[in-house]
């Protein structure tokens, strides 16, 4: 055999990972194999190979292993629509996709040429946890890659598929990182299996209930995506990356854009003229944004605040927006948690943001006070106020009390506040605040009801407007409904070089 042969079939033999058995078995799991997900995510021709003939330890705490090139990871560099991107796939036919000394190493050398380079990282995880043969040095491998992930945070993008088991401390490098996806039915992530949930507990509960892709997220909120398949996972990846900039000192792409006619007179009836009467926010997002640009992330957990990302005239921007059609729009802990984490991604990445305010107030009650709701409400305050990047403002309807404060009021530092004519920007709604301040009044009346109803529409008329904020300066502008796409078209465009220079510290302290 000459010597070019010899490379030709060390090269098939790692393409073969832990061999046609396993591979077969992988596909009838209805899993793809970690070369085949590459092929799907990269460009065509894209991939460079590094580390394929990498090989495990031959030896393990107690028995001989087999060997196999490339130790259950295939990591390397490639394009995605035309965007260089670092990767690394575990191939769950060697070891079960777990974690060695050498596996790790090869993740972290790609995880350093990206930060060295300035290129998103994205991680195929689909893993049996520590390399159990190998002892402690797995667990250090496992350190050493978180250890990157947090370096690497707010540097450049990183981005996590969970494609198969993802157990023990393993779903802490996916938790650092600042996208998860999961894959229905075929992927699960816990710190413990319900073998040991059944032992400390006893509860029984099966794997997709405990940490599959719908629990995590709807109940826990560790996914911000849920898809229905690899191949669907694997497109929203490619989708997110369309929006955001290769590192954080980079600006996200921008797509060719012509202005047209950009009133949109949906605006002016979308809103009901009753305050209490829900309607759903994403139409008015899909009146502001350009045509099906709206890519929405963290869909099914916490409901009453929306948060994605879409374009305005071709450019990125994030959007924090209540949900008045789901607790009306109500800010509770995890609601303030999913928009906190999602403004600190737009504003490490330069994304402009966009604030659509409707919002009751905070969500009262034990339950959430006991778990800590100023804590976590203030997560979404500190997150809205360190944020530099252009920050819009347009309050759709409601914006009572603390509320008005913490969703990109002009006081945290929003650079432009718009509001339609028919906002209510008071400190609470006219009911609550005339029971209050009337109490006696209405109590010592002949008629209460009726002098309640009169105050309130009193109250309604001098207060549940934008006006008194207008005056103050803290709206910049009410405006006609179908002007507001126009309006922020031109405040993005005004905000375009915006730059603001924190004062010097080490770090901000956000309450976590
Ligand atoms: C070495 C492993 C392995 C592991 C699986 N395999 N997990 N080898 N170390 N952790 C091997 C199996 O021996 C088998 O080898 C092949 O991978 C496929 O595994 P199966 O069990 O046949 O597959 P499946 O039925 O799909 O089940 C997958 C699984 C299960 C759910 C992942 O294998 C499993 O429970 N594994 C152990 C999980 C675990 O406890 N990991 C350690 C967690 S602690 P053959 O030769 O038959 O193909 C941890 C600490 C990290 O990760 C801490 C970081 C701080």
Redesign the pocket.
């Known amino acids: 055999m000459n010597k070019i042969e010899q490379l030709h079939n060390k090269v098939a033999q790692a393409h073969l990972g832990?061999g046609q058995a396993?591979i077969d078995s992988q596909h009838k799991?209805g899993k793809l194999t970690a070369r085949e997900r590459l092929l799907l995510l990269l460009d065509e021709g894209s991939f460079e190979e590094l580390g394929m003939l990498v090989e495990n330890r031959n030896k393990g705490l107690t028995t001989e292993q087999?060997q196999f090139l490339g130790d259950g990871v295939v990591t390397g560099y490639g394009t995605i629509s035309g965007r260089l991107v670092y990767v690394f796939s575990q191939d769950?036919?060697v070891?079960?996709?777990?974690?060695s000394e050498p596996h790790a190493k090869k993740i972290c050398k790609i995880m350093d040429l990206a930060m060295e380079n300035g290129a998103p990282l994205i991680g195929l995880n689909d893993?049996?946890?520590?390399?159990?043969?190998e002892g402690v040095v797995?667990?250090g491998g496992?350190?050493d890659i978180?250890y990157r992930n947090t370096r690497a945070s707010g540097v450049i993008p990183q981005i996590s598929a969970i494609m198969g088991?993802c157990?023990?401390?393993?779903v802490?490098s996916p938790a650092i990182t600042d996208f998860i996806m999961m894959v229905e039915q075929t992927s699960y992530m816990f710190v413990t299996?319900p073998n040991v949930v059944k032992t400390v507990t006893h509860e029984e509960v099966t794997s997709e209930e405990l940490g599959g892709a719908n629990t995590h997220a709807s109940k826990s909120g560790v996914t911000h995506f849920a898809c229905a398949n690899e191949v669907e996972c694997i497109q929203y990846i490619k989708q997110l990356l369309s929006y955001v900039p290769q590192n954080c000192e980079d600006k996200a792409p921008v797509y060719p854009y012509t202005l047209g006619n950009e009133t949109r007179t949906a605006l002016n009836t979308l809103i009901p003229e009753n305050p209490n009467q829900p309607y759903d926010m994403k139409e008015v997002i899909a009146e502001l944004t350009d045509e099906n640009s709206f890519f929405e992330v963290h869909k099914d957990f916490a409901e009453n605040i929306i948060v994605g990302f879409a374009r305005i005239a071709g450019r990125s921007i994030g959007i924090v927006a209540n949900q008045p059609a789901h607790l009306a729009g109500v800010l509770d802990i995890h609601a303030s948690v999913k928009g906190a984490r999602f403004t600190r991604f737009c504003d490490a990445f330069n994304i402009p943001l966009l604030v659509l305010v409707d919002v009751p107030g905070f969500l009262p009650g034990t339950d959430q006070e006991w778990n800590g709701i100023i804590t976590n409400g203030a997560k979404l305050l500190f997150a809205l106020s360190e944020a530099t990047v252009p920050k819009l403002t347009l309050t759709t309807r409601k914006a009572y009390g603390g509320a008005y404060c913490v969703m990109n009021s002009k006081h945290i530092g929003a650079d432009l506040n718009f509001a339609f004519p028919n906002a209510e920007i008071a400190v609470m709604g006219a009911k609550g605040a005339v029971e209050i301040i009337f109490k006696k009044e209405i109590d010592s009346s002949p008629n209460p009801e009726q002098r309640m109803n009169e105050l309130v529409a009193d109250y309604t008329e001098r207060f549940a407007n934008p006006y008194l904020a207008a005056e103050k300066g803290y709206i910049d502008e009410v405006i006609v409904p179908d002007q507001a796409r126009i309006k922020l078209i031109k405040g993005y465009a005004m905000l375009e070089n915006k730059v603001v220079n924190m004062p010097r510290k080490k770090h901000g302290n956000i309450p976590l």
Do not use: C, D, H
């Open positions: 832990g396993r799991k087999e769950f036919t070891y079960g996709g777990s974690l893993s049996g946890g520590a390399r159990i043969q797995s667990l496992y350190a978180f088991p157990a023990g401390g393993a802490y299996g």
